[in-house]
């Protein structure tokens, strides 16, 4: 085994601060320069453990795989002690150990396969209704129109909402709350220093938890497992407790911003990868065109279209919606045979581990024939993570994304104009700027490759894409 690269000194804080800044470029940069298993040790900083960045299937698996040992550490920057933030951020993306094992029993029933197919007609019935509201033939931001579809799904599709007014309430409450609080060096400031009633952060984390609150209130009185929101409110915690406005707060802020945050920025990258690949663009119209005359509770004629398939998983493996998975080592370790410290902080990069030449031939290009002809595991397509902590909307995510865009393309040709600056930035997930331009025109066959500016050049490589 070759010799581990550790950082350390000026160079291990710099790299600390990159990854902060852009992770991204800096997840690249890292494993261009060092290899697939890079400790960066902060030793000066109280002797804090070091952090180690890794790529690879082979690493994934076996950090995935151990999730007792290699556990959760939550998806937001902390804030002071007690803070409401910090009750917000305990959800069930920072449970481990009994408490998760008890609410992994609670909520996986709620995900599997059949149950999405129970209420698929109700998916396709709101996708319908919502993309009557799109206009044709002029130019709209398409990040609030698919960000309102998302939440509606959510609202009615998983949690099925009684009262969809305080469950998009709520939705809107976790969706401002997560851009403040996002993984960035103003958000770590801001949660860590700062203090209400003068922390914008901390106002909208207290706006936050009300919300949810209320929105918990909605299911007084029903069983556990009716529904998401049912189980996180009326079900008891680990120890037979019933659970705290605290738990409510944070599992629901958790459930609830995964349930569509993730979704609408994917569906964001597809229209955008649509708009700059004219061949996949007319391929994917072919195969979809006749959605509209597919019954809406036949999910099996949406789930097994092949071409839709491979665009959706393209897209995943360039886009991953958690780029960097974090896990904090809870015991002494080895990591395929390296020693890792208790305390240790692990840096799983999804974004790299998806780009393997080995695996993936070409690997910053948007291919999606390339899924016709390979298999690759939850530990090589590191979309969803992997191992028994994968995520439990998969199949969720699948059916919203494919009937999404099964229905934009049987319905309009969608062109980004050109010129149009489209950014990207990592925020908990990999999200788009403020604004994506795009023309929804009637589906007329003239597709051709939308040509951008901004800083989406930097991490996707679109200019090399263009060639044809």
Known sequence: MPSASILTGFRAYQTIAQLLLDPL???????????????????????????????????????????????????????????????????????????????????????????VEEVYPVIAEIVTDQMDRWPTGEVINIIPRVNTLMKHLASQGMFKDPDIIRGIRAADMVEQHGRLSGASIAGLIAAKYGRPPFSRL?????????????????????????????????????????????????????????????????????????????????KLHEEVRDYQRISPSDISAIMNLPYLDGVIKEALRLVPPAPIQRRKTHADAELVGRPIPVGSQILISAWMTNRDPDLYPDPDRFIPERWGSISRSPYQWLTFSAGPRRCLGIWFALAFLKTIIASVMARWRPEIPDGSKVSMKVAVTVRPGREVPIILNKPDGNYRASRLTGNVHRYLRISELYRS
Request: charged letters at 20%.
């Open 202 to 282: 901390h106002r909208q984390a207290k706006a936050t938890y009300d919300a949810i609150i209320e929105w918990g209130k909605t299911r007084d009185g029903l069983e556990p497992r009716s529904d998401v929101l049912s189980t996180i409110a009326n079900a008891t915690d680990e120890f037979g407790r019933p659970a705290s406005a605290d738990r409510i707060a944070g599992y629901g802020w958790t459930m609830l911003g995964a349930s569509y945050d993730t979704s609408t920025s994917i569906l964001t990258w597809l229209l955008v990868f649509i708009s700059t690949h004219p061949e996949v663009a007319r």
């Open 25 to 115: 470029s800096t997840s690249r940069d890292i494993t261009n320069r060092y290899g697939n298993f890079t400790g960066i040790s902060l030793s000066a900083l109280k002797q804090r453990p070091p952090t180690f960045h890794v790529v690879g299937s082979i690493y994934a698996e076996a950090v995935l795989k151990n999730y007792d040992t290699f556990r959760n550490g939550g998806i937001i920057v902390k804030g002071y002690r007690n803070s409401t933030h910090n009750h917000l951020r305990q959800g069930y993306f920072s449970a481990n150990g009994a408490e998760y094992e008890h609410y992994i029993k609670l909520f996986g029933p709620l995900f599997r396969k059949k149950l």
